[in-house]
């Protein structure tokens, strides 16, 4: 029994978007790159008939034992990153949906080590069956890639400062264990704290950024989306923070841009992989009812048939 419960962000927008005019293709096969819990999986299953397909990734085990259990002949799971979308046939796929990040059980539960809220193991890995954990991490980086992570992925002003006093600790008394030590180690290296956040939160997304490679993992699910998705099928994001979202934001400019060529200044323009549709947050309600929703952003872009 599964103790820990996640609140599906965007359910019925993000399912809906999935498909023109609510599901008037109920016999394809749909992908959720993000099972979760199987909030949007389940809704989507729900608008598929018996020839339709969805196949769901998540890296996490527990996400996987969840899905295992759904038993419908219509739903596959993966265990493994949703860069391997690019492993499905190409032109397959009628909907791609990813809500990126974690999923509540994941933060809630102290024995993750995602948040510094609760004590727990600094680990941090989605995939715990494979890969380092941020306090191994940890333990043998050098400042410089420390604070680059920190920097990068944190956009943490006191990047330099946190990264200096995470090796001293190391060096007096040994390497990082817990969310609790580092959580303390930071509010120490952090000089100015900003309003209502707490000052770990910035390394905290950072190193869970780090850790589980979600950008890069970002970039290649997308590319592949381009391949696997067919005519008019449809891609769904849901991002939320401003990294993850300029990724998003800029992959579908740059694939729904009209590109003409200098040199021929008469050609017509290159023709356009993508259509961007829509971008929809959150409404007052639902972030109301759910606050971990207030960062969202949705966009929606439909495969073009070049
Ligand atoms: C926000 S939750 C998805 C919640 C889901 N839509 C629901 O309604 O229950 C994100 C999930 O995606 C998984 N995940 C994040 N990045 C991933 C990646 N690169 N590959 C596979 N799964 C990933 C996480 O383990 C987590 O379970």
Known sequence: MDPWRHTTVLLNEAVDALS?????????????????????????????????????????????AVANAIGDPRFSIRHEGFSALR??????????????????????????GFSFRGDGPLDMRMDTTRGESVADWLA??????????IREYGEERFAVQIAKAIV??????????TTTELAQLVAGAVKTREPGQDPATRTFQALRIFINAELEELQQALEASLDILQT???LVVISFHSLEDRIVKQFIARHSREVFDRRAPFALPKPMKLKALDRIKPTAEEIAANPRARSAIMRVAERTGV
Do not use: C, M
Not at 140 to 149: C, L, M, S
């Open 20 to 64: 023109a005019d609510s599901f008037t293709k109920p016999d394809q096969t749909y992908v959720d790159a993000t099972f979760g819990r199987g909030g949007h999986s389940r809704l989507i299953l729900s608008r598929l008939d018996p020839a339709g397909r969805l196949i769901a990734f998540d890296k996490d085990p527990e996400a996987v």
């Open 87 to 112: 492993e499905l046939p190409g032109s397959s796929v009628a909907g791609v949906l990813l809500d990126l990040g974690v999923s509540s059980p994941q933060i809630d539960n102290p024995a993750r």
């Open 140 to 149: 043998t980086a050098d400042a410089g890639q420390i604070a680059e992570v």
């Open 168 to 177: 001293a600790r190391r060096q007096e008394r040994g390497p990082l264990a």
């Open 232 to 234: 008019n099928g449809r």
